[in-house]
């Protein structure tokens, strides 16, 4: 992992942003870093008999399960006397298709118990959304890409199939060898219609390639590349492993790469201050060509990654 101080100020190895409830607590009302100011997330393990609380407050929020059987989520909203229940089916590993989520508006108090690891995204928000449940049946599962860019999209949290206030979130599979985010992209300036103003982070998870039995200890890894597109400072190449977080406050970023052998999972969540809800980027104009190349190019055959 380099460690140099412009990358650590971005990046966050498993277990340095633990507490004694979460693994990795990205707190927006405490962030590691001033900068930050719109995305959160929160990574857990519950064994049997565990439950996690969160109080009400102005955070919206999108929970998934990682890998487990189930979890159950329990809810109550600030004009409510009563929880309301969901049970959320999992899946084996992030690897092994998708799962049930649950969209909560601001001032929702939670509850959540079961057994198994669990993601939820937060953001800071004003408008109040209608509670959301998604079955992992509905949730729409896109190969993006061609050849060795081809990687598998869950496109569950994008504005027109999520009706949060200000959430963007999506997870994708990188396939061992292959390569996301590219044409690398931005997202930090605000013109309407044609880019979006949005921080943006990355949950990252990796294993040995599905279908392959390996014997000898091994270390799956991936390589994260980010770099300024103004003066503003960011500068980023990293190694990154399972419970990595690396955050994107502005500039190109892409592309992603799964190590050779390794497959890469990554959840985004992304939010900013436009008076729009959208998600409109900016090919690097160094870059841009690559989507054309796709048209001569199948999609990897190992894909869909499912259960």
Request: glycine share 8%; hydrophobic share 35%; proline share 7%.
């Amino acid at each position: 992992m380099n460690t140099s101080s412009n990358q650590s100020k971005w990046v966050y190895p498993r277990g340095r942003l633990a507490d004694d409830t979460w693994d990795l607590h990205l707190d927006l009302d405490h962030p590691p870093i001033p900068e930050w100011k719109y995305t959160g997330l929160r990574v857990a393990t519950l064994r049997s008999g565990e439950s996690l609380l969160i109080p009400a407050d102005d955070k919206e929020r999108i929970i998934l399960v990682l890998e487990g059987d189930e979890l159950t989520v329990s809810y109550r909203g600030a004009w409510e006397n009563e929880f309301t229940s969901q049970r959320l089916r999992g899946r084996k590993t992030v690897f092994h298709g998708t799962s049930d989520l649950l969209y909560l508006p601001i001032n929702t108090e939670i509850q959540i118990s079961g057994y198994g690891r669990m993601a939820i995204g937060e953001c800071r928000a004003f408008n109040s959304k209608p509670v959301q449940y998604i079955a992992k049946e509905s949730v729409p599962v896109d190969i993006r890409g061609a050849g060795r860019e081809s990687r598998q999209i869950h496109n569950f949290g994008m504005p027109l199939q999520l009706d949060a206030d200000r959430m963007i979130v999506v997870e994708a599979i990188v396939p061992a060898g292959n390569w996301s985010g590219a044409p690398a992209h931005k997202h930090d300036v605000y013109i309407p219609g044609l880019e979006s103003q949005l921080e943006e982070l990355y949950y990252f998870e990796s294993s040995v390639t599905r279908e392959v039995d390996v014997s000898v200890a091994t270390q799956p890894f991936g390589i994260f590349r980010g770099y300024s597109a103004d003066e503003r400072e960011f500068d980023v190449t990293e190694e990154v492993h399972s419970g990595d977080l690396v955050l994107v406050p502005y500039g190109w970023h892409g592309p992603v790469a799964a190590g050779p052998g390794f497959d890469l999972y990554f959840f985004n969540v992304m939010a900013g201050a436009d008076p729009t809800r959208e998600w409109n980027v900016t090919d690097h104009p160094h870059q841009a060509w690559i989507r054309e190349s796709w048209a001569s190019q199948k999609p990897d055959s190992r894909l869909p990654y499912l259960e």
